[in-house]
């Protein structure tokens, strides 16, 4: 065979049993991308890794290449055929079919140059669109991959919530085993994988438990500010009695309890005739901060206990005590975080020039703040140009200062009035019809109790 | 079977004394090269013609130049109704002879070269057999007694495509005894115009002789030494069978069709020089071979289909080769 026209003959039949193959693979191609993308895209949704999915596509392509060989292996060309080819398409009157009988010269090479051209589109398509559906499946945003990017940052509120933990745990005001417990809490939350962390689900259960975490360290601080209150109206009270005693110096008993007789030590003691009072407040105080979610620390319940048994309390410990429960109760309401009532705690503090014992609500009023139901924060701002009037004939106080500068809508102060509801009231079985507890909260009882600040408060919270 | 394929020179010699017929075929039938060619072609197969075309346009002149330029033995047969089978082929005749009386046959036209049988569809089916039996055959028998016609022997029958009242058309299995056959197109201005500035009527075209019977005899014997490539004799089996694989055609080529083709490509070869047939040669003759060995469907006729244009379809749907390029090869070029 004439050397030129054997490798344009081998040439040819390499190209057209490739196009054969080639028109025989597209098809399936296609069809295979399609299928291989909506795998891939079906993986990715589902959170796992596409590169099973890439495995069983490059497979697949194993597999329909081996059958489109099979399929073409027929209509593959030989080096006769191709030369048939070139006879016809060169219009060479089957001189080269002829030649390679022994019929006839070869014709003469300097004359032709077979030149192959592809037609791809009809081939080419198909496979352009199977890689490019594989591609785009590879490549398209899905809500998992934007899931599988790990947050950066945890959530805020759980920094929040273990820096109150830990300053609760440093400070010695809650009790450890308590906190214990909301680390626990705090971190099963953390213990979910990172692109889990703002889901909506995770984020209700930060929100909820932060929520708690507001609720008790409210709690808490209010009891703290209440037992403060009660030891603070003792110690007045025995300062009081403790000077009159002082007025008669034969009166021994005023000696003692005002502490200036000899042998007496340096403590003024309690009088009697006030302990039973404010004792029974404190117990009551003691019950309900025991059964809250954030109950006191051990020391600090030792203490109390033994302020409110014991009437032999110097008054330099009882000062030592109020003094703790004052920097308890600051720091319990510093920990809470930057939720509405926080806020509006923050106003209330900022217009009322801190919480001084002085500009404080007194217990009664402050009650209502610390138990709330979650519905609301328990304190309700007095808007200028909204007509107040008395309610029941609790006391609403405005702790606005500047009412010259305010405008219409913006807060002058805050209304907190105590509700009558105690959770910690039942401790027991009761007779049969007999109801000794109110109840620890539902719409209703919390509803029927607000004020009327508090209630046209609601209605906008939920409006 | 050994086949010494023609040499060079042979081909070299064939195909300048087939141009100079040509040629003088040429200046009998002006502005036909195509049909001159294929005239040509069917005699160096050793076919018979059947030449279709309206009358005057140079039939029987093209048979006479012919037998002129090939220095052959013409006779013409007028077919009309009444004409016997003894009128074409020849009768025995009692004879007084100094032996005594005996019979004596008298050939009939049929004996020559080159038979024009003209208008051959005006005779009886009887006579038309007579014909057609002594084409197949290059025999007539008369009373039992077998006379073989001349060497070579071609018929060029026509037929007129109108005033078809009153003809009997030739059956298929008597068609598919004819090579080729031709139509007689119409001319154009300038052939006219030759036509009337060359001719004059009534007077025959001076032919001069090209060859000379034997010599004519080997170009067929040359023709038939060429070769038929592998490629092209698949091609031709695929293209005869794929006429009774059309749904338009109610019967299909036979393999005498087949073999007309190849025979007919082989000679256009040797028309050309060239030792082998091709591909081109099977198409060019695909139409006058086939033409007439198709029967058209009866849903085709009434939609008015014609036979040239399914063999059309079929050298356009059947490719060169069974095993050829994909269409995602767009050509091959030079």
Same mark, same amino acid.
């Given at each position: 065979m004439d050397p030129f026209w054997g490798r344009e003959a081998r040439r040819l039949a390499w190209s057209a049993s490739f196009g054969w193959w080639l028109e025989a693979f597209a098809p399936a191609f296609a069809v295979l991308g399609a299928l291989d993308a909506a795998l891939i895209l079906a993986l990715r949704e589902g959170g796992r890794g596409v590169g099973g999915g890439v495995l069983l596509g490059a497979a697949g392509v194993v597999a329909i290449g081996i059958r489109a060989?099979?399929?073409?292996?027929?209509?593959?060309?030989?080096?006769?055929?191709?030369?048939?080819?070139?006879?016809?398409?060169?219009?060479?009157?089957?001189?080269?079919?002829?030649?390679?009988?022994? $019929?006839?010269?070869?014709?003469?090479?300097?004359?032709?140059?077979?030149?192959?051209?592809?037609?791809?589109?009809?081939?080419?398509?198909?496979?352009?669109?199977?890689?490019?559906?594989?591609?785009?499946?590879?490549?398209?945003?899905?809500?998992?991959?934007?899931?599988?990017?790990?947050?950066?940052?945890? %959530?805020?509120?759980?920094?929040?919530?273990?820096?109150?933990?830990?300053?609760l745990d440093d400070e010695r005001i809650a009790d450890p085993r308590a906190l214990e417990t909301w680390r626990a809490r705090l971190a099963e939350l953390e213990s979910k994988p990172a692109r889990e962390w703002y889901e909506?689900?995770?984020? !209700?259960?930060?929100?909820?438990? =932060?929520?708690?975490?507001?609720?008790?360290?409210?709690?808490?601080?209010?009891?703290?500010?209440? /037992?403060?209150?009660?030891?603070?109206?003792?110690q007045a009270s025995a300062r009081g009695l403790g000077a009159e005693r002082t007025a008669a110096p034969g009166d021994a008993a005023g000696r003692r309890l005002s502490g200036t007789g000899p042998g007496d030590g340096p403590a003024t003691q309690t009088p009697a005739t006030q302990r039973p009072g404010a004792s029974e407040r404190l117990r009551k105080l003691m019950r309900?901060?025991?059964?809250?979610?954030?109950?006191?620390?051990?020391?600090?319940?030792?203490?109390?206990?033994?302020?409110?048994?014991?009437?032999?309390?110097?008054?330099?410990?009882?000062?030592?005590?109020?003094?703790?429960? !004052?920097?308890?109760?600051?720091?319990?309401?510093?920990?809470?975080?930057?939720? /509405?009532?926080?806020?509006?705690?923050?106003?209330?503090?900022?217009?009322?020039?801190?919480?001084?014992d002085g500009e404080r609500p007194t217990t009664q009023n402050r009650s209502a703040h610390g138990t709330g139901s979650g519905r609301g924060p328990g304190t309700a701002p007095l808007l200028i140009g909204e007509v107040k009037t008395a309610h029941d @004939?609790?006391?609403?106080?405005?702790?606005?200062?500047?009412?010259?500068?305010?405008?219409?809508?913006?807060?002058?102060?805050?209304?907190?009035?105590?509700?009558? $509801?105690?959770? =910690?009231?039942?401790?027991?079985?009761?007779?049969?019809?007999?109801?000794?507890?109110?109840?620890?909260?539902?719409?209703?009882?919390?509803?029927?109790?607000?004020?009327?600040?508090?209630?046209?408060?609601?209605?906008?919270?939920?409006? | 079977m050994s086949v010494t394929h023609p040499t060079p020179a042979e081909l070299e010699g064939a195909?300048?004394?087939?141009?100079?017929?040509?040629?003088?075929?040429?200046?009998?039938?002006?502005?036909?090269?195509?049909?001159?060619?294929?005239?040509?072609?069917?005699?160096?197969?050793?076919?018979?013609?059947?030449?279709e075309g309206l009358p005057g346009l140079g039939k029987t002149q093209l048979v006479k130049g012919l037998a002129r330029a090939l220095g052959l033995e013409q006779k013409r047969i007028q077919f009309t109704p009444d004409l016997m089978p003894g009128d074409i082929t020849g009768t025995l005749i009692l004879q007084e002879t100094s032996a005594g009386r005996r019979f004596e046959?008298?050939?009939? %036209?049929?004996?020559?070269?080159?038979?024009?049988?003209?208008?051959?569809?005006?005779?009886?089916?009887?006579?038309?057999?007579?014909?057609?039996?002594?084409?197949?055959?290059?025999? $007539?028998?008369?009373?039992?007694?077998?006379?073989?016609?001349?060497?070579?022997?071609?018929?060029?029958?026509?037929?007129?495509p109108i005033e078809l009242e009153g003809t009997y058309p030739l059956p298929e299995a008597q068609l598919d005894r004819f090579l080729f056959k031709l139509e007689f197109g119409r001319s154009d201005v300038a052939v006219l115009e030759q036509i009337i500035r060359k001719r004059e009527l009534g007077r025959d075209v001076e032919v001069p002789q090209v060859t000379d019977r034997d010599?004519?005899?080997?170009?067929? @014997?040359?023709?038939?030494?060429?070769?038929?490539?592998?490629?092209?004799?698949?091609?031709?089996?695929?293209?005869?069978?794929?006429?009774?694989?059309?749904?338009?055609?109610?019967?299909g080529a036979s393999p005498r069709a087949a073999l007309s083709l190849a025979g007919a490509a082989k000679a256009?070869?040797?028309?050309?020089?060239?030792?082998?047939?091709s591909f081109e040669d099977v198409l060019a003759l695909a139409k006058p071979v086939l033409r007439h060995r198709m029967i058209l469907g009866f849903e085709a006729k009434l939609e008015g289909r014609h036979v040239e244009d399914l063999v059309d379809e079929l050298l356009r749907t059947v490719e060169v080769q069974e095993r050829g390029l994909p269409a995602s090869l767009g050509a091959v070029r030079s």
């Open positions: 060989y099979v399929r073409a292996r027929p209509r593959f060309l030989e080096v006769p055929d191709a030369l048939a080819e070139l006879d016809w398409r060169l219009r060479l009157d089957n001189q080269l079919s002829s030649a390679l009988a022994g $019929v006839g010269a070869w014709p003469s090479p300097s004359r032709w140059r077979p030149v192959v051209t592809w037609r791809l589109r009809g081939a080419g398509l198909p496979v352009a669109a199977g890689l490019a559906i594989v591609a785009l499946a590879l490549r398209v945003p899905t809500p998992d991959s934007d899931r599988n990017v790990a947050p950066a940052f945890q %959530p805020a509120a759980w920094a929040q919530i273990e820096g109150a933990i830990e300053r909506h689900q995770q984020l !209700e259960a930060t929100d909820t438990l =932060s929520e708690q975490l507001d609720r008790a360290l409210t709690r808490l601080a209010n009891g703290l500010g209440d /037992a403060k209150s009660a030891l603070t109206e003792r309900a901060m025991e059964a809250s979610r954030l109950p006191l620390h051990p020391d600090l319940r030792r203490q109390l206990d033994s302020a409110t048994e014991s009437p032999a309390m110097s008054q330099q410990e009882l000062e030592q005590l109020i003094a703790r429960l !004052e920097e308890g109760q600051r720091t319990a309401l510093n920990m809470r975080s930057q939720s /509405a009532s926080r806020q509006l705690d923050e106003i209330a503090e900022r217009v009322a020039g801190g919480p001084s @004939g609790k006391p609403e106080e405005v702790f606005g200062k500047e009412k010259a500068k305010a405008a219409l809508g913006d807060p002058a102060g805050l209304s907190q009035s105590e509700h009558t $509801v105690d959770p =910690s009231e039942y401790r027991g079985p009761t007779r049969a019809g007999a109801i000794a507890d109110r109840g620890r909260g539902g719409e209703a009882t919390w509803s029927d109790s607000l004020s009327p600040d508090e209630q046209e408060y609601l209605k906008r919270w939920f409006r | 195909r300048r004394e087939l141009d100079a017929l040509s040629r003088a075929l040429g200046e009998v039938l002006f502005g036909q090269p195509t049909l001159v060619e294929n005239v040509l072609t069917g005699l160096l197969a050793g076919g018979h013609i059947l030449l046959f008298h050939r009939g %036209p049929i004996f020559a070269h080159l038979v024009l049988a003209d208008e051959i569809n005006r005779a009886s089916p009887k006579t038309q057999s007579a014909l057609l039996e002594a084409m197949q055959e290059r025999s $007539v028998t008369v009373m039992g007694e077998s006379h073989s016609l001349p060497s070579p022997f071609f018929v060029l029958a026509t037929q007129n010599r004519f005899v080997e170009l067929i @014997g040359l023709a038939r030494r060429v070769h038929l490539p592998d490629v092209v004799v698949r091609y031709i089996a695929r293209l005869v069978d794929a006429t009774h694989t059309q749904a338009a055609i109610r019967f256009r070869a040797l028309l050309a020089g060239r030792p082998n047939a």
